[in-house]
T-cell receptor, first 114, second 116 residues
Framework: NAGVTQTPKFRILKIGQSMTLQCAQDMNHNYMYWYRQDPGMGLKLIYY???????DKGEVPNGYNVSRSTTEDFPLRLELAAPSQTSVYFCASSYSEREGETQYFGPGTRLLVL | AQSVSQHNHHVILSEAASLELGCNYS??????LFWYVQYPGQHLQLLLK??????LVKGIKGFEAEFIKSKFSFNLRKPSVQWSDTAEYFC??????????????FGAGTRLAVHP
């Protein structure tokens, strides 16, 4: 299994541009998550999905959109990039959200908005 | 609101020194607690977790953590660190979120540098 994969690894955007961060998992996990990691701030949940066709907002959803058309894929869309969205983005997945369930993380996408 | 506090943002140790990284959480209900590690250039991976039973949890690579409910703490320990333990360590708690689902709340992380 490849686990959780993310593309691209690194991207530079100009203010106002849009892009999609790709995330895929091959573990047949129902739950998928997008986090952003800012220095000294830990990870903050942007959006999550509990299954294909079902998504919901996390702690910091503004400026982002997601979709979940298949179990495997969970892309994150930035419509109008802003400098505040400069961050490292991690996708994660888990089989469920039950007690003790482990989340598996992808390698991350480093985004710089100038 | 639930939160996780990691007391040390940066820790520098020599090889063979003992390690203890502090973690406190604020959620008062039943908790599941995790330590994740991020080695340089790599993604987060699970080090250990607690969800019930023995409050002393043993993880990979010789790490252990002790859940002390009365202190709302879940400190990470290792008796003798190695250069390869250089990484960033994140404490997290699984707590209820909107919609009835749980989510992970992460601490800010502790960067550990181990010198040979």
């Amino acid at each position: 299994n490849a686990g959780v994969t993310q593309t691209p690894k690194f991207r530079i955007l100009k203010i106002g541009q849009s892009m999609t961060l790709q995330c895929a998992q091959d573990m047949n996990h129902n739950y998928m998550y997008w986090y952003r990691q800012d220095p000294g701030m830990g990870l903050k949940l942007i959006y999550y999905s509990v299954g294909a066709g079902i998504t919901d907002k996390g702690e910091v959803p503004n400026g982002y959109n997601v979709s979940r058309s298949t179990t495997e894929d969970f892309p994150l869309r930035l419509e109008l990039a802003a400098p505040s969205q400069t961050s490292v983005y991690f996708c994660a997945s888990s089989y469920s959200e039950r007690e003790g369930e482990t989340q598996y993380f992808g390698p991350g996408t480093r985004l710089l908005v100038l | 609101a639930q939160s996780v506090s990691q007391h040390n943002h940066h820790v520098i140790l020599s090889e063979a020194a003992s390690l203890e990284l502090g973690c406190n959480y604020s959620y008062g209900g039943t908790v599941n607690l995790f330590w994740y590690v991020q080695y340089p250039g790599q993604h987060l991976q699970l080090l250990l977790k607690y969800f019930s039973g023995d409050p002393l949890v043993k993880g990979i690579k010789g790490f252990e953590a002790e859940f002390i409910k009365s202190k709302f703490s879940f400190n990470l320990r290792k008796p003798s660190v190695q250069w390869s333990d250089t990484a960033e360590y994140f404490c997290a708690v699984n707590a209820p979120f909107s919609g009835g689902y749980n989510k992970l709340i992460f601490g800010a992380g502790t960067r550990l540098a181990v010198h040979p």
